[in-house]
């Protein structure tokens, strides 16, 4: 067991598990270090233990994949060769100086008071992604919630978020969310997707690549019919309607620019919206360890490496593109780890055909990307009075001034101005907002921690999870 090199996987969603279970199977001891209390990620996100479902397979798609990863790595501790690190919230990963070992600091627990470190001679983020959410006037009323934190309620907690819905914004998450919710008793008053259908066509050679994924959106398609739910393409949510909560949404169509038509608007009574305009990779972890990014993502090669030696990243980390493409990219990350921990070249034949699936669905995904673009002027319908920032309470007019008025010019500048992206959630959640409304890139920004640390976790020596 000691002899064996260690790797350590940020991450227990689907590539962090492909990547653990390619791993171990191939002499590597495994730390998988993840802040969820059960392995799957969002994507394969379980009801507690404590709720009794008696179907949690109802919930998902790709169940079988989901019971082979689990139970491989149920095989996998079984045998001594992985640790599962359940519950544990990844805060910063260093490199140690003159060698190749990582130390991977983790707060442990629901309160996140206790330190714990990992050492490992690899490591592999698989950190997944976050919801891009873009405000609109109301967005801040009790009852609207984003598209992922919707299926998360209803996946994780077992509850609908409302009685009535509205599922609205672009991108592919809508659909399992709609019908999620649909098929547990909500009536989801309407899906609005703003992406206009036509745009599909201008990309068909892409998406008829994927006959699997087309057999998917067709399979949605049909239980929206099943259960009811008006869709309205080329539409977007223009407002949210309330006193002290969500009372009524108004959406209208949008003409071929992604522009606001005249005359379209038409106003849908719900007590529920759940609106997402796609996805970020979370890229926290690899910026600190000064991991090059492309744009948004984390830069890797062929094998899923990153410029930092000894540092592999696989899954939305990289671009997001769903679970398929996830587990591709963690099966050639695990593949290539075993073998250069074991001082090897890897042989890239050995996983020919994920690199195959790998290629053919991060071109599925760049074309949908292109189609499910947020609407072209959502950002000119932000009133000034509209709350950006919700931990520090900035409008969009202060952003507006900070550019206009005392000539900022970078997001930093904004943030120093404003207050914009002070607070807990370091700027995720409004980021992209802000970016939008003041003009200036969305420039990830590097920090030394990838979530609040308690000073007595700093100040005192944290517990080591042995090697």
Not at 121 to 144: H, I, S
Not at 226 to 246: K, M, Q
Not at 324 to 333: F, K, T
Not at 453 to 467: F, H, Q
């Amino acid at each position: 067991m000691t002899e064996r090199p260690h790797l350590a996987v940020v991450g227990a969603g689907p590539a962090g598990l492909a990547a653990a279970l390619a791993a171990a199977a191939r002499g590597v001891r495994v730390t998988l270090v993840d802040a969820a209390e059960q392995a799957g990620g969002q994507f394969y996100r379980q009801p507690a233990a404590a709720l009794g479902a008696r179907r949690p397979q109802a919930l998902h798609h790709q169940w079988r994949t989901w019971e082979r990863l689990r139970d491989g790595l149920d095989r996998h501790r079984t045998a001594g060769h992985a640790v599962h690190l359940a519950d544990h919230h990844v805060w910063c990963v260093t490199r140690e100086s003159g060698a190749a070992t990582f130390t991977v600091h983790a707060l442990r627990g629901p309160l996140q008071e206790e330190g714990v470190t990992v050492r490992a001679d690899a490591v592999l983020l698989a950190t997944g992604g976050y919801e891009r959410v873009l405000p609109f006037p109301g967005w801040t009323l009790p009852g609207v919630v984003t598209a992922g934190g919707a299926q998360a309620m209803l996946k994780g907690g077992l509850v609908l978020p409302g009685r009535t819905a509205v599922v609205a914004g672009t991108g592919p998450l809508l659909l399992p969310v709609a019908t999620g919710l649909a098929a547990a008793g909500a009536h989801v008053a309407a899906l609005v997707e703003s992406a206009d259908p036509r745009a599909l066509l201008r990309r068909a050679p892409a998406f008829a690549a994927q006959p699997g994924k087309l057999a998917e959106g067709a399979g949605y398609a049909g239980r929206l019919l099943r259960h009811g739910v008006r869709t309205l393409t080329r539409h977007t949510v223009v407002e949210a309607h309330g006193t002290d909560r969500l009372e009524a949404v108004t959406v209208a169509a949008l003409d071929r620019d992604g522009r606001l038509a005249p005359g379209g608007a038409r106003r849908i009574p719900c007590d529920t919206l759940a609106v997402g305009h796609g996805m970020l990779p979370h890229t926290d972890l690899a910026e600190t360890l000064g991991c090059a990014l492309s744009g948004t993502d984390v830069r890797v090669d062929a094998e899923q490496r990153t410029d930092v030696p000894g540092v592999w990243a696989a899954g939305e980390a990289t671009g997001i593109g769903g679970a398929g493409l996830a587990l591709a990219e963690g099966h050639i990350a695990g593949r290539s780890i075993a073998a250069r921990l074991h001082g090897a070249v890897p042989d890239p034949r050995r996983w020919a055909a994920a690199a195959r699936a790998r290629a053919r669905l991060r071109e599925f995904f760049a074309a949908l990307d292109a189609v499910c673009a947020p609407p072209a002027d959502w950002a000119d319908r932000v009133t000034d009075d509209t709350v950006v920032c919700r931990c520090e309470e900035v409008t969009a007019g202060q952003v507006r001034t900070a550019v206009d008025g005392l000539g900022a010019e970078d997001l930093r500048t904004v943030k120093l101005l404003t207050r914009a992206g002070m607070g807990w959630c370091q700027g995720r959640i409004c980021g992209p907002a802000v970016a939008g409304l003041s003009g200036c890139p969305l420039t990830p920004g590097r920090r030394p921690f990838a979530r609040p640390v308690p000073l007595g976790v700093l100040a005192g020596p944290p517990e080591e999870k042995p090697d």
